[in-house]
């Protein structure tokens, strides 16, 4: 079993930043993929990013609303993974949820953390 905690969402105004952070514990000895993804108000969950990869050599995959605002990286052997957001705007407004799969399929996912962006 795994276990995600997500942490840093909030209120930022429109051109701001972000960090999220989604801390793991448990069997994440063999996770290959890590990743972020958001839920907006009546929307479906849609991907943000995700790395691929274990032991240090990671590759990131960005959605394209996001590529060149958001910045996904592994740390702590795995247990930890930070979204860097940034120029933020109002479309971004969503519940942020950390994500895992194991190489069987497994998917684990945290419980969220809440980001409006407003002025």
């Known amino acids: 079993q795994v276990q995600l905690v997500e942490s840093g969402g909030g209120v930022v105004q429109p051109g701001g930043s972000l960090r999220l952070s989604c801390a793991a514990s448990?069997?994440?000895?063999?996770?290959?993929?890590r990743g972020w993804y958001r839920q907006a108000p009546g929307k479906e969950r849609e991907l943000v990013a995700f790395?691929?990869?274990?032991?240090?050599?990671?590759?990131?995959h960005y959605a394209d609303s996001n590529r060149g605002r958001c910045t996904i990286s592994v740390h702590n052997r795995g247990s930890t993974v930070y979204l860097q957001m940034n120029s933020l705007n109002p479309a971004d407004t969503a519940v942020y949820y950390c994500?895992?799969?194991?190489?069987?399929?497994?998917?684990?996912w945290g419980k969220g953390t809440p980001v409006s962006v407003s002025s």
């Open positions: 448990g069997s994440i000895f063999s996770i290959n993929h």
């Open positions: 790395v691929i990869g274990n032991g240090g050599t990671y590759y990131a």
């Open positions: 994500h895992f799969r194991s190489p069987d399929g497994m998917d684990y």
